[in-house]
Nanobody
Framework: QVQLVESGGGLVQPGGSLRLSCAASGSGFSIRSMGWYRQPPGKQRELVVLIDRLGSTNYADSVKGRFTISRDAAKNTVYLQMNSLKPEDTAVYYC????????WGQGTQVTVSS
């Protein structure tokens, strides 16, 4: 069974940093674009960043310059380094293919608050 497991979220103050991890089971992920999505309270889930099969990345304007996505093929893991966090970054963060094609994991909560 294909499974995505996110981890690394938590409570941080504005300006703080977090590093999220997404462990993906199964094969074939290395040839797919992978992305991080987030769902703020009361809002729809949205794609914030992706990394394609060649390693090229695309970031939403809201996170550009602050977030960095990377992937480790050997570990079948995708990471999201988040710096200079803002309260508006508060959301449940999920990983998935882009477009999403795997069952969603539980996500990991990121709360940015003073």
């Amino acid at each position: 069974q294909v499974q995505l497991v996110e981890s690394g979220g938590g409570l941080v103050q504005p300006g703080g940093s977090l590093r999220l991890s997404c462990a993906a089971s199964g094969s074939g992920f290395s040839i797919r674009s992978m992305g991080w999505y987030r769902q703020p309270p009361g809002k729809q889930r949205e794609l914030v960043v992706l990394i394609d099969r060649l390693g090229s990345t695309n970031y939403a304007d809201s996170v550009k310059g602050r977030f960095t996505i990377s992937r480790d093929a050997a570990k079948n893991t995708v990471y999201l380094q988040m710096n200079s966090l803002k309260p508006e970054d508060t959301a449940v963060y999920y990983c998935n293919t882009v477009p999403a094609s795997v069952d969603w994991g539980q996500g990991t909560q990121v709360t940015v608050s003073s």
